[in-house]
């Protein structure tokens, strides 16, 4: 096992057996995603890595099925032990992974913060999706999620001397694997580099304290601080989504 495949299965544990703070995470992405359900394309949904799994079960719902790729064993082991034929696992790296077949939509919800290299990741997918000669309406899709350097909270840590910058690592972001903390202008530029479009875009969940800090919070205030994101400009959620599509030129590039 290289050292990169080791470290994501160090990472799957905090999955598979999660503290308190990864629980309340587990609340907040769950609620993410069901603001972003309108957005998927079906039927054939990959999700890229299987994280929490809150993906998994809504696309079995939907269309009957899903497919997830992903380095973690541990991960695939579970998640085909919890839903047997109804989900296709494929072990793989992202960069090293070759579908099958084409999809509607691809799931990459926190995976662009992960990677060494997420432009050459966004291109390599844009060879995965379903593309249309005479109605780019029926392209496939990417929904993309990270977190958000501008956030609220971390606004809140610069301003108690927790953190020097927005863009400072925190011990968070260290514990998950993180290795960038986007704002919306480089998220922006990154898919607009990879050779997309974007067709959609939103903050999700005003976030005011760390996860650790928030084990208290009722299901109710969580959902609440979910739901006024509706309302508030992206540059202050904790997290950034897109639904973006392969520009028409995609290919000449």
């Not at 949904?45 to 939907?62: A, H, S």
């Not at 034929?85 to 494929?90: A, D, G, L, M, Q």
């Not at 496939?140 to 909270?153: E, F, M």
């Not at 997290?239 to 000449?252: D, G, K, Y």
Request: hydrophobic share 40%.
């Amino acid at each position: 096992m290289n050292e990169y495949v080791q470290k994501l299965e160090e990472i799957a544990d905090k999955h598979i057996c999660p503290s308190e703070a990864h629980l309340v995470d587990s609340k907040i992405l769950t609620l993410d995603m069901l603001k972003l359900i309108p957005y998927i394309i079906g039927p054939k949904v990959l999700e890229l890595g299987y994280g929490d799994g809150m993906w998994t079960p809504k696309m079995i719902e939907l269309f009957g099925e899903s497919h997830v790729v992903d380095a973690s064993e541990k991960l695939l082991n579970q998640v085909k032990g919890m839903y047997g034929n109804k989900v296709n696992v494929y072990p793989s790296l992202f960069e090293q992974f070759t579908p099958p077949f084409l999809f509607n939509t691809i799931i990459a919800t926190h995976v662009l913060e992960h990677v060494d290299d997420p432009v050459a990741v966004l291109r390599r997918c844009a060879t995965w999706l379903v593309k249309s000669n005479h109605d780019p309406v029926k392209n496939g899709v990417i929904v993309i999620v990270v977190p958000n350097a501008t956030s609220l909270h971390r606004q809140l840590a610069v301003r108690m001397g927790i953190q020097q910058t927005l863009y400072d690592f925190s011990p968070r972001d260290y514990e998950v694997g993180h290795q960038r903390v986007y704002d919306l202008p480089q998220l922006r530029a990154d898919v607009e580099m990879a050779g997309y479009e974007i067709i959609y875009e939103r903050g999700l969940f005003l976030k005011i304290l760390p996860n650790g800090m928030m084990t208290h919070f009722s299901d109710d205030l969580i959902k609440a601080l979910v739901d006024i994101s509706d309302d508030l400009p992206t540059e202050y959620m904790a997290n950034i989504a897109l639904v973006i599509r392969p520009s028409p030129n995609f290919c000449t590039r």
